[in-house]
């Protein structure tokens, strides 16, 4: 490969709450390991590599002029997202104009700006579960009311939308904005079209705003294609917004810079408008230059061989789990690079908690994450964008002091 994809950094000291964390917040991180193991982290979802050499290039180029006074998103921004979501995504280019594009301080201040337009605090919005728990945290913290409607399993274990369980709860509840994921975050789907369209259609019937996150949009795994929700239909491409960011595909959360894509004009300006009145929604210099450095040419190639090192970290940990431990079962997601474990069956087997289950890894240097929190009564989540040798030494461990100690 072109790219160092194998390189375990040393994240200790560097702003890193997937390491520095571990133990200073009972209740959302992992308890640090015990003495003799060190810290495998698989919490927290950032990655466990260094970012595109390009971003680097991009960012330090800019430091060298030493000032950093106020600015205006140059036409090199605007440019890199259209080639990105054109190259990528499949956009429109006559379709998507600079004018669809503007600056989020994050995709969940994205969501909360484009809910705060179209509903009140204490009205309800539709979520699917398991839940990503920054929907969980920023919807409810704005006052909203959360109404799940369950993703079910397959006879093959896929998670499949419920059609008709969203349509019968947006009427019940009245519900005229919802919140969709896609790739779903924690299960890994990544929606095929039809999924899409019915769901779509759904919305349509039930006259409701859609804010799509779309977040995890370039992390595909074994040859899988994102189709973008706006994409569907012309209803579809009129109700969205849709959010994105170069923060999961190039680990730059700490830098903070996500943006929306809104075709309609009158969904833009009220989104617009709502987030302008608090004037904090301002984009920062040097994440301007990050996501031009990161949608490159270069940058696509980077993310290519990324998606092929994570779908085989994702398949190498799926048949562990299949082929290891009984009773623990997983969903091969199609995107993302988390896993979402279900351990029901085995903690039944075994008399034991996931409260033991998760202690028992947390002890020996595997920093799971807890699956509660996303609405998965007995699961743990897992962030497999580390080294595949760190990978392997993770389950090596849950090996022989967990599921079979």
Same mark, same amino acid.
């Given at each position: ?29 992992? *308890? ?5 193991? *060190? ?88 979520? =699917? ?44 509840? =009245?519900? =005229? ?57 012309? /209803? ?32 833009? /300006? ?8 608090? =004037? ?5 210099? &040097? ?18 061989? &990324? ?99």
């Amino acid at each position: 490969m072109q790219y160092d994809f194998t390189t375990i950094l040393d994240r200790r000291g560097k702003d890193a709450i997937a390491v520095d964390g571990l133990g200073r917040s009972p209740g959302f991180a992992p *308890d640090a390991p015990q003495p003799g193991f *060190d810290a495998i982290p698989m919490w927290v979802a950032d990655m466990n590599f260094a970012t595109a050499p390009t971003v680097t290039a991009a960012l330090i180029e800019r430091a060298r002029h030493p000032a950093f006074g106020y600015f205006e998103p140059s036409d090199a921004y605007y440019d890199a997202i259209i080639d990105w979501q054109a190259g990528r995504n499949g956009a429109d280019r006559a379709l998507l104009t600079p004018a669809c594009i503007g600056y989020e301080n994050g995709v969940l201040g994205g969501v909360v700006s484009a809910l705060s337009s179209f509903a009140n605090p204490g009205d309800p919005v539709l979520v =699917h579960s398991p839940t990503y728990i920054g929907f969980t945290k920023s919807l409810e913290g704005n006052g909203f009311k959360i109404v799940h409607s369950p993703l079910v399993q397959d006879e093959a274990g896929v998670w499949r939308m419920d059609f008709a369980d969203m349509d019968r709860k947006l009427k019940a509840n =009245h519900i =005229h904005a919802a919140v969709f994921c896609s790739p779903h975050n924690p299960c890994g789907r990544v929606w095929e079209r039809w999924e899409l369209e019915r769901a779509m259609e759904v919305y349509r019937a039930n006259d409701c705003v859609v804010i799509s996150d779309e977040i995890w949009s370039d992390i595909l795994l074994n040859g899988h294609r994102h189709i973008p929700t706006q994409s569907v239909s012309e /209803d579809a491409r009129r109700r969205t917004v849709a959010l994105y960011a170069p923060s999961k595909t190039f680990n730059l959360a700490g830098l903070v810079g996500s943006y929306h894509i809104i075709y309609n004009p009158y969904l833009r /300006d009220r989104v617009r408008a709502k987030s302008a009145k608090s =004037h904090y929604n301002s984009m920062n210099v &040097l994440s301007m230059h990050a996501l031009i450095g990161a949608y490159c040419p270069e940058g696509q190639a980077w993310v290519d061989e &990324l998606c092929q090192v994570l779908s085989g970290n994702v398949n190498f940990a799926c048949d562990y789990i299949r082929s290891h431990f009984d009773g623990v079962r997983v969903a091969k997601p199609e995107g993302t690079y988390m896993l979402f474990v279900d351990c029901a069956d085995w903690c039944r087997a075994h008399g034991k908690t996931i409260d033991e289950v998760e202690k028992a890894a947390w002890a020996v240097g595997v920093a799971i994450q807890d699956g509660r929190m996303f609405h998965g009564p007995c699961a743990v989540r897992m962030n497999l964008a580390l080294p595949f040798s760190r990978v392997e030494e993770a389950f090596r461990r849950l090996d022989k002091y967990v599921f079979n100690a």
